[in-house]
């Protein structure tokens, strides 16, 4: 049984100028992990569920829960020392760490600390994603905008925890996807799912079909030939919606399924954010030999404008999007 610290040291050397500092990054994001997910754990026990009646930045309503694994992922990476700053979800705008460690750092920190936390009331899977990029300001300087403002493609490594059924942590650093359940009962996670693929075909689409008639058509085209029966091509294929991209994507990537998220009348731009959710998903994705997409184009390639940044998102097994993907160009112009 390997764990996950044995094995982000064993595989150090397949790095960009391995130098110790990422492998100590990623033991600081494991550490957070193991401290949301004891609280996690303890919801309807402790005083963790539920909203704090405030918003953040974007106008979403904050879950207790939120702010907890914003502020415990948040101390972990600044105490470690190895990155210059982070941007987070819950925050107005980044947050440059200046002690005399930091500073001198040559990584930052995007993330989505707790996904789907609405899900946390009623006992259903949430879970944290975080992107991470080499900054562009020089070592020594407190970070910039322009260091967090990166496209995708810039990422040295990315990730999500579920905390499902079971808690796995699955990350990549370009060099495939793996993935670990933690043993409850140590606190330690092992590996479990070395090199995860996409399958090429799936058969479960993910999406919140309630806002059907606010879908572009493209998409509303696609619904309709996931439900049409065809035994050839194994439809209908099956609905698996649960709110909250990681446990949605996690799924799909281990059976094979589409998960979407378009843009709608009412929110032109979808509703993921690109820089804490689409990208990270979009690196896993793509190492799990899947597309990610925004309808059109690869979400990697995506030039960032502004920190909360949202845009219409499509990923999951290669031959699924490529399909939407055809729709979605051939009804475009009924739209315009
Ligand atoms: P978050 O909890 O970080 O705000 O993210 C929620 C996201 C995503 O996890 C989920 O797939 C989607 O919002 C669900 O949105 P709808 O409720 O509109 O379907
Ligand atoms: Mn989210
Ligand atoms: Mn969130």
């Known amino acids: 049984m390997i764990t996950l610290g044995e094995y982000i040291i064993k ?19 494991k550490l957070a992990t193991k401290v949301v997910n004891r609280e996690i754990n303890k919801a309807g026990l402790v005083d963790i569920i539920g909203s704090t009646g405030l918003e953040n930045v974007q106008g979403e309503t904050q879950q207790k829960l939120d702010l907890f694994a914003n502020e415990k992922f948040k101390a972990a990476l600044e105490a470690r020392g190895e990155v210059c700053g982070i941007a987070s979800e819950e925050e107005d705008d980044y947050v440059s760490f200046n002690s005399k460690n930091s500073i001198n750092s040559k990584y930052v920190v995007l993330m989505d600390p707790l996904d789907g936390s609405s899900n946390i009331d009623v006992n259903v899977s949430v879970g944290t994603i975080f992107s991470i990029y080499r900054r562009i300001s020089p070592v020594g300087e407190p970070a910039t905008l322009e260091d967090f403002l990166q496209p995708g493609n810039k990422q040295v490594a990315a990730g999500y925890v579920v905390y499902g059924s079971s808690t796995m942590l699955v ?19 092992y590996l479990s799912h070395e090199s995860m693929k996409f399958p090429e075909d799936g058969v479960i689409y993910s999406i919140n079909e309630g806002n059907y008639l606010k879908f572009p058509q493209g998409v509303k085209k696609y619904l309709k030939y996931c439900q049409e029966i065809d035994s050839a091509t194994k439809r209908p294929y099956t609905s698996r919606y649960i709110g909250s991209l990681v446990s949605d994507f996690h799924r799909n990537l281990l059976k094979g399924g589409i998960y979407i998220y378009p843009s709608t009348a009412s929110a032109p731009k979808g509703k993921l954010r690109l820089l804490y959710e689409c990208n990270p998903m979009a690196m896993l994705t793509e190492q799990a030999g899947g ?14 404008t502004e920190l909360h940044q949202r845009v219409p998102f499509f990923c999951g097994s ?19």
Do not use: W
């Open 11 to 29: 595989k150090q050397h397949e790095l960009p100028n391995a130098s110790g500092e990422l492998s100590s990054l990623l033991g600081a994001i």
């Open 291 to 304: 597309v990610a997409s925004d309808g059109f184009k690869r979400i990697l390639d995506i030039p960032p």
């Open 318 to 336: 290669k031959n699924m999007v490529s399909d939407v993907e055809a729709m979605m160009r051939e009804y475009s112009s009924d739209e315009e």
């Open 171 to 189: 990350y990549t650093t370009g060099n495939g996807v793996h993935g670990f359940t933690m043993d409850p009962s140590l606190g330690t996670f």
